[in-house]
């Protein structure tokens, strides 16, 4: 089993920017793939990001592309999510979940997910 930690949401002014981490544990060799997801309240969760252990593979839901990076350092066993121009609409909880099996935007091939992190963006 792998276990996923995510930290560094916050509260941000539009425009801003924060930066998410995941740090994995345990079966690390596992892991095929990550991706972060978000759920705002009322909705249901959705895509953001996914990234492929080794780096070679990434993707994003169009409405974070162009603002949003996603980032692994194998090393430390940790994923980033740069999110940078943050609009109201971004505010969340967001998730990062790890795969065992080639995934990317369907939440129900992820495995293993974390407790998530409340991005709040709001002047």
């Known amino acids: 089993q792998v276990q996923v930690v995510e930290s560094g949401g916050g509260l941000v002014q539009p425009g801003g920017s924060l930066r998410l981490s995941c740090s994995a544990s345990?079966?690390?060799?596992?892991?095929?793939?990550m991706a972060w997801f978000r759920q705002a309240p009322g909705k249901e969760r959705e895509f953001v990001a996914a990234?492929?252990?080794?780096?070679?593979?990434?993707g994003y839901a169009d409405s974070v592309k162009g603002r949003f990076t996603i980032s692994s350092d194998n090393a430390k066993n940790t994923v980033y999510l740069q999110m940078n121009s943050l609009k109201p609409e971004d505010t969340a909880v967001y998730y990062c979940?790890?795969?065992?099996?080639?995934?990317?935007?369907?939440?129900?091939?992820?495995?293993?997910w974390g407790q998530g992190t409340q991005v709040t963006v709001s002047s």
């Open positions: 990234i492929t252990w080794s780096g070679s593979g990434i």
């Open positions: 345990g079966s690390i060799s596992w892991i095929y793939g």
């Open positions: 979940a790890a795969s065992r099996r080639p995934a990317m935007s369907d939440p129900a091939t992820y495995d293993d």
